[in-house]
């Protein structure tokens, strides 16, 4: 009785996954309405997801929007529909989980973080593997000098090969709905991570090196060069169009971080390797023993991210202050909070600067 009661406005596939992670134990939340468009649709993912006693009610969009039983909102919808909705349910005094990428553009996510602060709700990217120990651990790692040294590049990708029926009608290669492509729904995952490994380090400059646009203009194939003010590189390719890989090679000048699975997890345990290696004279490599973490069953990160996003919310409804929970410097969890509206803010201002190097035709966009 004492979980956040969420509302789900959209049945998206994403939301399926999602939903399963809100019914765990440890989630912090129950899920009390679905909405849909189509009444038969929001019945069907009921029918699908749960039993006929824990049921949730079916409510159009608008009735969730208002419903008095739901405080939260998840909000799994194209992009191009998050800034209506988003607000929407902020200003009908529901906190909202935002599927990313979290807006069309840097200034539409501070259209809806203004709402959040005035309404104190509190507004967060599902950004899943964030919340998992293992990336707080790998990020540690990368930042230990004594093992890797300073780091001065990042190489990333991460892509999956879409087929015919994929490229004909996914909504995320439709430019009303999801017009940032590959750069929206994979390369958001990557920026997130060079962000945290780099410790929020300004970004100096975006180039795409090379792009290919459907016959929409939607980016399905993007390969990018990121300069940080700290001379750290990020070089990436995000895409649609090639074989599946998730991996992150940080590299520093004692040593290099990897992790191949940092997205959609393998099965446990969960691992990620830290190793060194030096080139000495007559061209003899010496190699240092390799470091491998591994982290323990435990709630996946879709669960993590839901008990994250339940108790900043609930601390905010306790703790605001009247003017608004962003100018609250005292308690740690609203401390919190913030800075999860700041690295999404963040991720989101590279994507713009990478949409606009493409526009340009690979032109450098300096920040």
């Known amino acids: 009785m004492t979980g956040l009661r969420v509302g789900i406005l959209g049945c998206a596939g994403i939301a399926k996954k999602n939903t399963i992670a809100i019914l765990h134990k440890e989630s912090g939340c129950s899920v009390k309405a679905v909405a849909s468009r189509s009444p038969e ?3 069907a993912f009921v029918q699908e997801m749960f039993t006929s006693t824990a049921a949730p009610i079916c409510l ?52 809806m973080l203004t709402v959040a602060y005035k309404h104190n709700k509190f507004l967060l990217d599902g950004t899943m593997f964030v919340h998992h120990p293992r990336t707080s651990k790998f990020v540690q790692d990368c930042q230990d000098t004594s093992q890797i040294g300073t780091i001065t590049r990042i190489e990333a990708g991460f892509s999956f090969c879409g087929d015919d029926d994929f490229h004909r009608g996914n909504i995320r290669v439709k430019k009303d709905g999801d017009p940032l492509g590959c750069v929206g729904d994979l390369g958001w995952y990557v920026i997130r991570m060079a962000l945290l490994v780099t410790d929020m380090a300004s970004v100096a400059s975006v180039q795409v090196t090379d792009y290919q646009l459907n016959d929409e203009g939607v980016p399905i194939d993007v390969t990018c060069l990121i300069k940080f003010q700290n001379k750290v590189i990020l070089a990436f390719h995000s895409a649609f169009t090639s074989q599946f890989r998730q991996y ?3 590299v520093g000048t004692k040593g290099w971080a990897f ?52 108790r900043l919310s609930k601390s905010i409804d306790k703790n605001s202050a009247s003017e608004g929970w962003d100018k609250d410097d ?15 803010s963040t991720n989101q201002q590279v994507v713009d600067a990478i949409m606009l190097s493409v526009q ?4 450098k966009v300096q920040l």
């Open 41 to 43: 649709k929001a019945q």
């Open 330 to 344: 005292k308690n740690p969890a609203i401390i919190e909070a913030r800075k999860w509206a700041e690295i999404s």
């Open 60 to 111: 159009s969009y608008e009735e969730l929007v208002h419903c008095e039983m739901v405080q939260a909102i998840y909000i799994p919808l194209p992009t191009a529909f998050h800034k209506e909705w988003a607000i929407k349910a902020l200003q009908a005094g529901k906190h909202v989980l935002l599927e990313k990428p979290a807006a069309l553009s840097l200034q539409e996510y501070q259209e």
């Open 248 to 250: 992150v090679h940080v």
């Open 259 to 310: 992790i191949d699975d940092w997205v959609l997890p393998k099965k446990a345990p969960l691992q990620y390797q830290v190793q060194s290696m030096s080139l000495t004279k007559y061209d003899l490599i010496t190699e240092h023993p390799c470091k491998v973490e591994t982290f323990p069953d435990g709630p996946v990160q879709e669960v993590l991210l839901w008990k994250t996003f339940a």
């Open 360 to 363: 340009r035709d690979g032109a």
